[in-house]
């Protein structure tokens, strides 16, 4: 990962240096993505959804932990005239539950992930071809995304722009 991101960085320098070898006419723009993921209609509905999703998720986990607790309560009033067997079958139950309960906030957290990653997966391809679509209509030379970049001036970043477009869109 690292590797990639210094070639990148290294193929961003490259092509910056090499601008001026194409005339003065070179137009340059710089998008946040970050900004596009908080602030377009999108990217606040992709919020939305992760936080349902997460609460979902969450409601589920605390159900399962709620049952858990109420079979450990009805342990402890119970055993004092509860069998020994009996007692150990209650434990041993008690314990396959929290067991089953860890593995199912694995899967919830490894779901929950995925699900993250393919919402802004869909609305980072949805982006990008709208940034190539301004690109090209508009003349640009390179867009880059801010994430690597020491400095821009404001002039260059069009976020704001590629923002309401996509909004419209």
């Avoid at 936080?51 to 450990?72: D, M, P, T, V």
């Avoid at 690109?135 to 309401?164: C, H, N, P, S, W």
Wanted: hydrophobic share 40%; charged share 40%; proline share 1%.
């Amino acid at each position: 990962m690292r590797r990639i991101a210094i070639a990148l960085k290294i193929g961003v320098l490259v092509l910056l240096l090499a601008l001026p070898a194409f005339g003065a006419d070179a137009k340059i723009g710089v998008v946040d993505f970050q900004r596009v993921l908080k602030e377009s209609k999108a990217g606040k509905a992709a919020q939305e959804e992760i936080k349902r999703k997460a609460e979902e998720f969450e409601s589920n986990l605390k159900q399962k932990g709620q049952e858990i607790e109420n079979l450990q309560s009805q342990l402890e009033r119970d055993s004092l005239v509860m069998s020994r067997d009996k007692r150990e079958e209650k434990a041993r139950e008690i314990r396959i539950k929290v067991g089953d309960a860890k593995a199912l906030q694995q899967k919830y957290r490894d779901d929950f992930k995925a699900f993250e990653a393919q919402i802004i997966q869909r609305i980072q391809k949805e982006f990008f071809d709208l940034v190539e679509d301004i690109g090209k209509r508009e003349g640009f030379t390179i867009i880059i995304e801010k994430i690597g970049v020491l400095y821009a001036r404001d002039a260059v970043d069009i976020t704001d722009q590629l923002i309401r477009a996509y909004d419209r869109r």
